[in-house]
Nanobody, 123 residues
């Protein structure tokens, strides 16, 4: 099983980034893919999730600014991040899980994790 994030970087406030999560080694269609982030000194928090049926969920802090999408043919999930703020600075991780408790933004719902990609917003 492998999840590989890419697309992180340094952008100014108000800018945009698109993160990618390329999956392999498991039945992609059977899993939800979530995005999480962790800033220094803070707990990991759920940002967004897309289910196997393409339903989506967002944390309140990113609603209206972030959009999650999935390309099943490429087994890749994207997180389009617009109007970025300094508080979005964090390491972003993607994860795959079956959501046994139907809590798509809880890290405990996920079985497989990527290594993360750094997103830094400068003010």
């Amino acid at each position: 099983v492998q999840l590989v994030e890419s697309g992180g970087g340094l952008v100014q406030v108000g800018g945009s980034l698109r993160l990618s999560c390329a999956a392999s080694g498991f039945r992609f269609d059977d899993y939800a893919i979530g995005w999480f982030r962790q800033a220094p000194g803070k707990e990991r928090e759920g940002v967004s999730c897309i289910s196997s049926s393409d339903g989506s969920r967002y944390a309140d802090s990113v609603k209206g600014r972030f959009t999650i999408s999935s390309d099943k043919r490429k087994k890749t999930v994207y997180l389009q991040m617009n109007n970025l703020k300094p508080e979005d600075t964090a390491v972003y991780y993607c994860a795959a899980g079956r959501l046994p408790s139907f809590e798509p933004l809880e890290a405990t719902e996920y079985d497989y994790w990527g290594q993360g990609t750094q997103v830094t917003i400068s003010s």
